[in-house]
């Protein structure tokens, strides 16, 4: 089975989607990596793509061919400045002219050159899309198709992926063989993953990488506090999250996000408000999130707000006293392990599985990490996820209008507060007395997913996605 590090499973880029957004943005990449290497792209005149299954129904509301058209046009979604996440793309549309790779210029109307099947679905996923080349006699030259599986993953159409092409000092593909190796090497969670991430880096770039990670996070959070206006989309939704922080205000001054922070920490405060601040730390990311701005993929763009919510409830909040790095570090090590045991056993695409794949699973990630943070044990980090878990089996995705907005953002707050809940039962609980394991979970996840009907899979075509009338424009 492909070794998948903690690095897959949290990934900096931007909204509002993972499988939708960052997926084909990917893949558009890689398409222009093709052409680059064929040397085609001299001789490209016209570039096609056609996007099927959940990419055509949810696209436009998900900002799918904003997408394409920032990853054809060389744009990185880690480092591209928010600013032209929208500019460069409504020059296109203006100019109908495209630097293919930032380079090579071709003529390029959205409108026409990226066409959505809403009938059709290819048949190895329902994430799928289509990119061709043309030269200038209209010939193609090159056509590759992609799946994007969640998560940011992209898969290129008849690519297979060699089981033994990285060699892990501690290979694992469940909970149970997880457990195994921190029982044999009394050792906890973070620590088996650690000497699994040092396959691929330096212990200390490991660290770096991961405070990064978490400085993304904190950034979006404060940024999504302080930023008032309608979301994009056309269902006027307004931000809650500023109204929300307005009415806890806090004691101190500050004037960035660490010193925010340090404010947050210093403050004592009854459960209520904090359970108050939890949910305005999920529902502040995924409006920034919706606004297509930068997140951490967690695993999810859609679940991006749960374990930032649930990291600042355990630096600020928890019984905890003094989190440093070191244990911030730890947090995410636990937390992309468990979402790597999801990604093998089960899916953590919404257009595979539902809602129950990324709110599910995020939940699951910060449970289990959370509870390892608060110095519970393997076992009951493990009984954690699952019980986070448990309680999101069968919850559908039906986003109104295709956008990742109702219900999603409200759920990233019960996601995260369904996680705090998990560890306190946890850590107050004897694992060995559980009924229910995290690897039978992990598999009645996967059942329910394949048992799911397609309407409830982020096609926009169930659930409230339909019982709620509000209309939502075409563009």
Known sequence: ME?????????????????????????????????????????????????????????????????????????????????????????????????????????????????????????EHANGMTLIAFSEQDEITLEETYFSVGGGFVVKAGETIEADTVKLPHPINSARELSRYCVSHDVGIWQVVLENEKTWREEAQIKAELLKIWGVMRNCVYRGCHEEGILPGGLEVTRRAPALFQKLVLPCEYSNAD?????????????????????????????????????????????????????????????????????????LLVAGEIGSLFKKGATISAAMGGCQAEIGVSSAMAAAALTEGLGGTVAQALMAAEIAMEHHLGLTCDPIGGLVQIPCIERNSMGAIKAITAANIALESDPEKAKVHLDECIKTMWETAQDMNHKYKETSQGGLAVNISIKVPEC
Not at 25 to 40: G, I, M, P, V
Not at 42 to 52: D, F, G, M, S
Request: glycine share 6%; proline share 5%.
């Open 3 to 123: 070794a998948i590090s903690v690095f897959d499973m949290l990934k900096i880029g931007v909204g509002p989607s993972s499988s939708h957004t960052l997926g084909p943005w990917r893949a558009a990449e890689r398409f222009c990596k093709s052409l680059h290497q064929q040397n085609l792209l001299p001789r490209t005149a016209k570039v096609e793509c056609h996007l099927y299954g959940s990419l055509a129904l949810t696209g436009r509301g998900h900002g799918t061919d904003i997408a394409v058209m920032l990853g054809l046009s060389g744009k990185d979604p880690v480092t591209i400045p928010i600013p032209e996440v929208k500019s460069e793309p409504n020059r296109i549309h203006a100019e109908h002219l495209l630097y293919l790779d930032g380079q090579h210029l071709i003529a390029f109307n959205p409108d026409q050159h990226i066409i959505f099947h809403y009938s059709e679905r290819l048949t």
């Open 259 to 331: 010193e925010w922070l340090k404010c947050l920490i210093q403050c004592d405060f009854k459960f209520s408000k904090i359970l108050k601040w939890i949910g305005c730390f999920a529902m502040a990311v995924n409006e920034e999130n919706a606004s297509f701005s930068r997140i951490v993929t967690a695993p999810t763009n859609g679940a991006a707000g749960v374990i930032p919510a649930v990291l600042m409830y355990y630096v600020c909040f928890s019984e905890k006293e003094n989190v440093t790095d070191e244990d911030i570090v730890r947090f």
